[in-house]
């Protein structure tokens, strides 16, 4: 439920990892209390969604993998303020649809990860 990140914080962490859980958001609170995070990983989880808050204090995220959950939504703005986001995996899961939009304000994305099922729409 991420209510452990309460009372936990680190200027220096640089990776955190959540594998094999029942996660299924990611805290907003995540990036505050970690605000050097450059590596998120949240593969075989429960997540169904990537909302617009999750990701409003990642500034120094580079690396997000969130494969093998079970999301079928990612919200157009959800990563308008990641600047330093450079690779995305979300390969595993079930999208229907993904804007086209959704990586405009990411200057330094690289590579983006996604399986496409037959009836998936890039809009």
Not at 13 to 29: A, D, G, K
Not at 58 to 82: Q, R
Request: aromatic residues 12%; glycine residues 4%; contains cysteine.
């Amino acid at each position: 439920s991420g209510n452990h990140l309460i009372t936990f914080s680190d200027p220096n962490v640089r990776r955190v990892i959540f594998t094999n859980s029942f996660l299924s958001r990611i805290p907003p609170i995540l990036f505050q209390k970690f605000p050097s995070l450059e590596y998120l990983t949240v593969s075989n989880c429960s997540m169904s969604a990537i909302n617009t808050n999750t990701f409003s204090a990642c500034g120094t995220l580079k690396y997000f993998d969130a494969s093998s959950n079970f999301i079928t939504t990612v919200d157009g703005a959800s990563f308008k303020s990641c600047a330093a986001l450079e690779v995305i995996d979300l390969t595993g899961n079930n999208f229907d649809m993904i804007s086209g939009q959704l990586f405009v304000n990411n200057p330094m994305l690289k590579a983006v990860y996604i399986n496409r099922p037959p009836a998936m729409v890039l809009v």
